[in-house]
């Protein structure tokens, strides 16, 4: 089974990934990116929606238009993971 960061692992990796927002009540990380159109916002959810399935982890998320609002935790261990930080800095790598 998949362990929830500890503290000290959870504040070293949130230090990391500015662009990424802490939920302390869902213990979970939130971004929202902001798209040029909906064709663009739809497209980087495919690229994600292929990683994420080959991580067997798949993000809570939305999309309006060109927004797309991003949740990561891992639901089996009860909070935020190393397999959402990895999936975090993925999703990073691809919005560049």
Do not use: C, Q
């Not at 990380?29 to 399935?53: K, P, Q």
Request: charged share 30%.
């Amino acid at each position: 089974m998949i362990e929830a960061l500890n503290e000290t692992e959870r504040a070293d990796a949130l230090e990391a990934l500015d662009e990424w927002d802490y939920d302390e009540g869902r213990d979970a990380i939130t971004r929202a990116i902001t798209f040029a159109d909906f064709s663009e916002a739809f497209a980087f959810m495919t690229r994600v929606a292929l990683l994420a399935e080959k991580m067997d982890h798949h993000p809570e998320w939305s999309n309006v238009w060109n927004r797309v609002e991003i949740l990561l935790m891992t639901h089996d261990a009860g909070g935020l993971s190393t397999r959402d930080i990895v999936l975090a800095e993925a999703i990073d790598a691809m919005v560049g």
